[in-house]
């Protein structure tokens, strides 16, 4: 059981490259969530979807688009990316988004250069 | 202002100590979540509470919905407590937000 999984767990990209952040889980979970963190900053949610097909913008959604297009996996993309994206990147889920325990994956480290 | 307010910032303890780390919010919410992440960088969930009070093992977390306001007490702390702790809320619309954490340092 592996949880929740991020690929790639690092990556570097030049100023206005494009990339996709694959989150999977395999706890059949229906809530899943994008966030970022950054130095001072604490976490800070991007987007998230509470089920498969949908999806939500949270507190910093500019510059990232999102895909649910299987309950499993949730996608994060830089159509272009910026330095100001560089950061670590977390995905999390959760069965409940109102009373359900949050799962989360490793972490992805972003630095746009 | 932050939705999310967290203290302290920083907190050093000598093994042994009883520990308080609060946060309080200032939106409506369905629950509050508790975390901690390692020096690593891992993030694991301690705690979700929307009333009341929970217990696991040296942790304890309490929440007080008409104050807005929440608690996380570590009994006997030990340097391996040492780590980041965050207050999330999860909002009525589903959205999230974080307090920007405490990072606790047990010494022995």
């Known amino acids: 059981n592996a949880g929740v999984t991020q690929t790639p767990k690092f990556r570097v990209l030049k100023t206005g490259q494009s990339m996709t952040l694959l989150c999977a889980q395999d706890?059949?979970?229906?809530?899943m969530y994008w966030y970022r963190q950054d130095p001072g900053m604490g976490l800070r949610l991007i987007h998230y979807?509470?089920?498969?097909?949908?999806?939500a913008k949270g507190e910093v959604p500019d510059g990232y688009n999102v895909s649910r297009l299987k309950k499993q996996n949730f996608l994060l993309g830089l159509e272009s990316a910026a330095p100001s994206q560089t950061s670590v990147y977390f995905c999390a889920s959760s069965y409940l988004v109102r009373s359900g325990e949050l799962f989360f994956g490793e972490g992805s480290r972003l630095t746009v250069l | 202002k932050n939705e999310v307010e967290q203290s302290p910032q920083n907190l050093t303890a000598q093994e042994g100590e009883f520990i308080t780390i609060n946060c309080s919010y200032s939106?409506?919410?369905?629950?509050l979540h508790w975390l901690q992440q390692h020096p690593g960088g891992g993030i694991v969930s301690l705690f979700m509470l929307s009333s009341g009070k929970k217990k696991h093992g040296r942790l304890i977390a309490t929440i007080n919905i008409q104050e807005k306001h929440s608690s996380l007490h570590i009994t006997a702390s030990h340097p391996r407590d040492s780590a980041v702790y965050i207050c999330?809320?999860?909002?009525?619309?589903?959205?999230?937000?974080f307090g920007a954490g405490t990072r606790l340092t047990v010494k022995p």
């Open positions: 999330a809320v999860a909002k009525n619309n589903n959205d999230m937000r």
């Open positions: 979807s509470v089920g498969e097909g949908t999806t």
């Open positions: 706890m059949n979970h229906e809530y």
């Open positions: 939106v409506g919410i369905s629950a």
